[in-house]
């Protein structure tokens, strides 16, 4: 079976610009979450996306935004991207919401941005 | 504000002997905390949890002890071997954020086992 499939895998970006990032979660898993995790720091926590519903949201601007899709796949977007929006970017799905249903990460998307 | 710190950015240990990682947390919330490991390229990979209704968790080479008076965990690797090198991550959650999937990390640590 597949993993949880992030595209794509490396991207360079000019400041200002948009990006949009995708995430295919396991075959049945319906809870996707994203993360952010920049340079010697542990991920941190961006959305949860259940049943096509957010679900909790961490501390970033507006201008990180997601959605889910009836497939339960997964777009990040990040609008107005900063230098400090270099990072990768973590998504993991799971079979349901709830901590006690282990996150299966898949292997990030690197985002630099120049 | 840190609430999941890792003290130590690196480790290293002979092959055969034990390995010992530490988490600290500030967040007397925490009720559910996992351990993850992260190799180069590839995203992190569930290693082990505990409940804050227990002290001890074993799993193979594997096991973390908590310490709830001291907001403490520690994962023990026993006998640490080659394929362990990888960055270890401390993670936390709360209860009452179980439906958002809110996890809170550690800033890692990088473990190095030597044949």
């Known amino acids: 079976d597949a993993g949880v499939t992030q595209s794509p895998t490396h991207l360079i970006k000019t400041r200002g610009q948009q990006v949009t990032l995708r995430c295919s979660p396991i075959s049945g898993h319906k809870s996707v979450s994203w993360y952010q995790q920049v340079l010697g720091q542990g991920p941190q926590f961006i959305f949860q996306y259940y049943e096509k519903e957010e679900r909790g949201r961490g501390n970033f601007p507006d201008r990180f935004s997601a959605r889910q899709f009836p497939n339960y796949s997964s777009e990040l977007n990040v609008n107005a991207l900063l230098l400090g929006d270099s990072a990768l970017y973590l998504c993991?799905?799971?079979?349901?919401?709830?901590?006690?249903?282990?996150?299966?990460f898949g292997s990030g998307t690197r985002l630099t941005v120049v | 504000d840190q609430q999941v710190k890792q003290n130590s950015p690196s480790l290293s240990v002979q092959e055969g002997r034990i390995s010992i990682l530490n988490c600290d947390y500030t967040?007397?919330?925490?009720?559910?905390f996992l351990w993850y490991k992260k190799y180069p390229a590839e995203g992190p990979t569930f290693l082990i949890s505990i409940s804050s209704i227990k002290d001890k968790n074993e799993d193979g080479r594997f096991t973390v002890f908590l310490n709830k008076s001291a907001k403490h965990l520690s994962l023990h690797i026993v006998p640490s071997q080659p394929g362990d090198s990888a960055v270890y991550f401390c993670?936390?959650?709360?209860?009452?954020?179980?439906?958002?999937?809110?996890?809170?990390f550690g800033q890692g640590t990088t473990l190095q086992v030597k044949p």
């Open positions: 993670a936390a959650s709360i209860s009452e954020s179980s439906n958002t999937g809110k996890l809170i």
């Open positions: 993991a799905s799971s079979s349901r919401t709830g901590k006690l249903y282990g996150y299966t």
């Open positions: 967040n007397s919330m925490f009720d559910y």
